[in-house]
């Protein structure tokens, strides 16, 4: 699913390291004392065979505490990022959340949690009145009423369903879905076939790739055998890497359309070394939420990953574009800005909020940058924060949806524009899980 994400390069020790917690004791929530440190608590998987999301999560969190305290902090408070590792474990989660309610003073936010473990964990934040900034894609959240629950991610179902409209879009009449069995990967699965069907694009094989095989090539003969004109995707960097690697040595390798997942460093490195780097840029095409024009908010973000690109995972440049990093930033500046809003520390006062100065109305004034919104609420105005992402508009799901784009691989971080599939043609396709 959408938070549970492809292996990044850096170690577990690394991650580890980056992502410690920033001091803690008993008690949380509540009105933070005079210029007292704010507790944002990473609720993410940061060892473990999903490291990769505490990664993507550090890879937008720190920088945006970084740019926050370097404004001034919130009303005069410094932020301060504690790590809470779930193992993308359920098991494991649920005790790590406790004891992090139990334990952690002047906890403002959770940034999280990720797929694995929002089920479990999303009703104890909310009962414990704790307002987090989630990327689980899970359809269970499209309608949520939890009021502490906060997505500015599209929902797995909408990237498959993009995925399949780019497809009718290039003219493609016979598709074949490679997905990995681990609960991450199959997330956009049933949005891809129910769109394919939807649309009467016929899904000539569906192959599911168990993890970190040593060889697909059983995979690789059926999947041959059914004469596939494109191939939908998700799995690991390592299950890709070896699976294409085959597929393009048996001279079966038609062009590729992967999930936002599969536009990170991790699965690019591994598929693009399998494949060659000229192969993978012609053949390659991953579907991501839209990215924003280069705005301030854009410049923002990119500024700042680079000004503390030393306490994020390496290499610090693949969260320039990272989604899930880029979400986790804009995220944070929502609630940095919520709490000024609000004249308050107390996540039951300042949650309502979020909204309010995220979404576009009619007075509002525009605000690109954390400093821009504290300028304009200090002036009486009411403000819109447009975010490194683009447009954030919450409905009353607390879920904020918009268009997705299909980009290549220019080789280099940049991602080469191909074309925009927008909410308004998503939301056509009648597949269940797109709000």
């Not at 060892?47 to 926050?68: K, V």
């Not at 359920?90 to 406790?98: G, K, T």
């Not at 979400?327 to 309010?356: E, R």
Request: aromatic fraction near 8%; charge should be positive.
């Amino acid at each position: 699913m959408r938070a549970a994400r492809l292996k990044a390069a850096a170690t577990v020790g690394a991650v580890a390291l980056t992502l410690t917690a920033c001091g803690s004791s008993s008690g949380s929530g509540g009105t933070a004392s005079s210029k007292s440190t704010l507790t944002v608590a990473g609720v993410i998987a940061i060892t473990g065979a999903s490291d990769f999301e505490g990664q993507n999560q550090a890879g937008g969190i720190l920088p945006a505490i970084y740019a926050i305290n370097k404004a001034g902090g919130v009303m005069g408070h410094k932020l301060a990022y504690k790590g809470v590792d779930t193992r993308a474990d359920p098991a494991d989660a649920l005790p790590a959340v406790q004891q992090m309610l139990a334990t952690t003073s002047n906890l403002v936010m959770v940034a999280g949690p990720g797929s694995n473990s929002a089920p479990t964990i999303v009703p104890v934040l909310n009962n414990a009145k704790i307002p987090m900034t989630a990327v689980a894609g899970e359809s269970a959240f499209d309608r949520t009423k939890d009021p502490y629950f906060w997505r500015l991610f599209p929902p797995d179902a909408a990237n498959g369903t993009a995925m399949a409209l780019w497809a009718k879009q290039k003219g493609y009449t016979r598709v074949a879905a490679v997905f990995g069995t681990d609960s991450g990967s199959q997330g956009d699965l049933p949005g891809v076939v129910a769109s394919l069907k939807a649309m009467h694009i016929p899904l000539v094989a569906n192959i599911s790739l168990t993890p970190d095989q040593p060889t697909y090539l059983s995979s690789v003969h059926r999947l041959m055998a059914a004469h596939p004109q494109v191939i939908m995707t998700e799995s690991d960097a390592t299950t890709a890497g070896t699976f294409f690697g085959e597929l393009k040595q048996l001279g079966g390798l038609v062009p590729i359309i992967g999930t936002e997942a599969t536009f990170t460093a991790p699965w690019i490195t591994a598929v693009k070394g399998a494949l060659g780097a000229s192969t993978f840029q012609k053949d390659f095409t991953s579907l991501i939420t839209a990215p924003s024009s280069k705005t301030a908010a854009v410049t923002a973000y990119e500024q700042a990953v680079t000004a503390d690109k030393a306490q994020v995972p390496k290499p610090w440049q693949s969260y320039l574009n990272n989604p899930f990093s880029i979400t986790y930033w804009d995220g944070m500046m929502c609630v940095a800005l919520a709490m000024d809003a609000a004249h308050s520390t107390n996540p039951q006062v300042f949650n309502k909020y979020i909204m309010q100065v995220a979404n576009p109305g009619p007075g509002k004034v525009k605000v690109y940058t954390y400093a821009q919104g504290v300028k304009a609420l200090k002036q009486g105005k009411k403000i819109q924060y447009y975010g490194a992402t683009g447009l954030i508009d919450f409905n009353r799901f607390h879920n904020s949806f918009g268009n997705e784009e299909a980009v290549g691989s220019s080789g280099g971080p940049q991602p080469v524009e191909l074309g925009i599939i927008t909410a308004k043609q998503i939301e056509a396709v009648p597949v269940v899980g797109v709000p």
